[in-house]
């Protein structure tokens, strides 16, 4: 994408991302500014690194924000500092997450349960309505939502129950929403992106495990793992009203064609 093309993408949008010092998230702040987008960029406690990358993007000025999405105070003052700094929000892309080790869920502990929804859909939801919120009090013409969810929604995933349930819980999010959001934007739009496996450093533990790749690849006739430009490049698609205008409470799934998982019992 040259920049003329991708000035025609995102010009002039206002978005936050967050998680945005991850895999995922950092490549898709890169791919965000360089489509036109003015950003601030949410971090849990990779402050310097949110920093630093914000001032290598184009497009500036990009905002920073530390904010640990599971306290609602901490999330109001984000949105409240993001839409101050950028006159206003136009997108949110909700990418912060957490993949916990690998439980039996005869195993798993409550309190295990409690924090991976507290942050994947509890703080979905949390950035969700403040973004709703700015949309009332600053309107704008035209507004789209990006949920990260995982293809652990969608053929579950064996050990990691409190992490399938809590991106799950993204769709019914997404379909209530759509909506919604549309009594506070008439153009307001809100999907949903589910990534595979991704080659980051979340994943990196579990893709080196040994025949790891060829199990995960197995149901894929792409017959390779994602990298974090794929989802990014769905993200962007998502969020532009050039590319996807008349697309809302849509799911897309990034993951080679995967049909299924191939169980692995050690």
């Known amino acids: 994408m040259n920049d003329a093309q991708g000035h025609l993408l995102l010009e002039g949008s206002r978005v936050l991302l967050t998680g945005a010092t991850g895999g995922i998230g950092l490549e ?3 791919v965000l500014a360089a489509a036109g987008a ?5 971090t849990r406690t990779q402050q310097e690194s949110a ?4 001032e290598e993007l184009p497009n500036g000025p990009h905002a920073v924000g530390v904010a640990d999405l599971r306290s609602e105070a901490e999330t109001q003052a984000l949105f409240a500092a993001a839409a101050e700094k950028l006159g206003g929000l136009d997108g949110l892309v909700v990418n912060a997450g957490v ?17 991976t929804l507290a942050v994947n859909l509890e703080g979905a939801f949390l950035c969700c309505r403040e973004f709703l919120r700015c949309l009332r009090d600053r ?11 995982s293809t652990a929604s969608v053929f579950g995933e064996a050990g990691h129950v409190d992490y399938s349930v809590s991106k799950a819980g993204l769709g019914g999010l997404l379909r209530t929403l759509k909506n919604e959001i549309g009594q506070l934007c008439a153009l307001g739009r809100i999907n ?15 893709l080196a495990e040994p025949g790891a790749v060829e199990r995960i690849t197995q149901t894929m006739p792409l017959r390779k793992v994602a990298t ?10 998502f ?6 205008g008349h697309v809302s409470g849509s799911e897309l799934t990034v993951a080679g064609g995967m049909e299924g998982r191939v169980l692995h019992r050690p």
């Open 28 to 30: 898709t702040a890169k």
């Open 38 to 42: 003015r950003l601030a960029l949410q």
């Open 51 to 54: 920093l630093k990358l914000a």
């Open 99 to 115: 993949y916990k080790p690998t439980v039996p869920a005869w195993e798993l502990e409550l309190e295990q349960w409690r924090d």
């Open 139 to 149: 309107p704008t013409d035209r507004a789209s939502i990006v949920l990260i969810g």
């Open 192 to 206: 949903l992106v589910h990534p595979g496996w991704v080659v980051t450093p979340m994943a990196e533990e579990a």
């Open 228 to 237: 974090p430009a794929d989802v990014a490049g769905a993200i962007l698609y």
């Open 239 to 244: 969020l532009s009203p050039t590319l996807s």
